[in-house]
T-cell receptor
Framework: NAGVTQTPKFRVLKTGQSMTLLCAQD?????MYWYRQDPGMGLRLIHY???????AKGEVPDGYNVSRLKKQNFLLGLESAAPSQTSVYFC???????????????FGQGTRLTVV | QKEVEQDPGPLSVPEGAIVSLNCTYS??????FMWYRQYSRKGPELLMY????GNKEDGRFTAQVDKSSKYISLFIRDSQPSDSATYLC???????????FGPGTSLSVIP
């Protein structure tokens, strides 16, 4: 049982390049999230999805797009990378219909992105 | 003003000390309160959660919520070097709502 898997783990981009981060979960969770983590800022929510085919903006959505075509996958896209998007990106998933705490989020191992 | 505030530390304590980690928040609608632990270069993992006000104990860890003061705490008794990590508080309005995280407090427990 892999849980939440993020691809890639590391990436260096040049300013203006595009890329897609992939998040896959095998827990049949309804909710999926993309966060970025920066020193002193904690985890900030970029976009989230409450089900297949749905997406919503979080706290810092500008410069990012997402898609949730399949329940198990949540993609984060950067169309034109900027140095300000240098960060560690975490994907998470949770299930509002599960037993126990419905808001427990399970996190991936993170993607370290550097934009030069 | 951020919705959730947390002293970033770093906090350094000797092994065996009692540690107190705290968060304040501004949204009185928050009802679910969580503490996540994040080891270096890893994703956060849920440590404890509480609903509404009150205390919850789990082994060496105690979580407290004071909704009247909009203040939550995590106490660690008999701290161990393996407790060295960043601790993030988190909260949500309902069990179906998105979770808002604090910036995290870095803790080092020195043997």
């Amino acid at each position: 049982n892999a849980g939440v898997t993020q691809t890639p783990k590391f990436r260096v981009l040049k300013t203006g390049q595009s890329m897609t981060l992939l998040c896959a979960q095998d827990m049949n969770h309804e909710y999926m999230y993309w966060y970025r983590q920066d020193p002193g800022m904690g985890l900030r929510l970029i976009h989230y999805s409450v089900g297949e085919g749905t997406t919503a903006k979080g706290e810092v959505p500008d410069g990012y797009n997402v898609s949730r075509l399949k329940k198990q996958n949540f993609l984060l896209g950067l169309e034109s990378a900027a140095p300000s998007q240098t960060s560690v990106y975490f994907c998470a998933s949770s299930s509002p219909s599960g037993a126990g705490l419905n808001t427990e989020a399970f996190f991936g191992q993170g993607t370290r992105l550097t934009v030069v | 003003q951020k919705e959730v505030e947390q002293d970033p530390g770093p906090l350094s304590v000797p092994e065996g000390a009692i540690v107190s980690l705290n968060c304040t928040y501004s949204n009185s609608a928050f009802q679910y309160f969580m503490w996540y632990r994040q080891y270096s270069r890893k994703g956060p993992e849920l440590l404890m959660y509480t609903y509404s006000s009150g205390n919850k104990e789990d082994g060496r860890f105690t979580a407290q919520v004071d909704k009247s003061s909009k203040y939550i705490s995590l106490f660690i008794r008999d701290s161990q070097p393996s407790d060295s990590a960043t601790y993030l508080c988190a909260m949500s309005r309902t069990s179906y709502d998105k979770v808002i995280f604090g910036p995290g407090t870095s803790l080092s427990v020195i043997p």
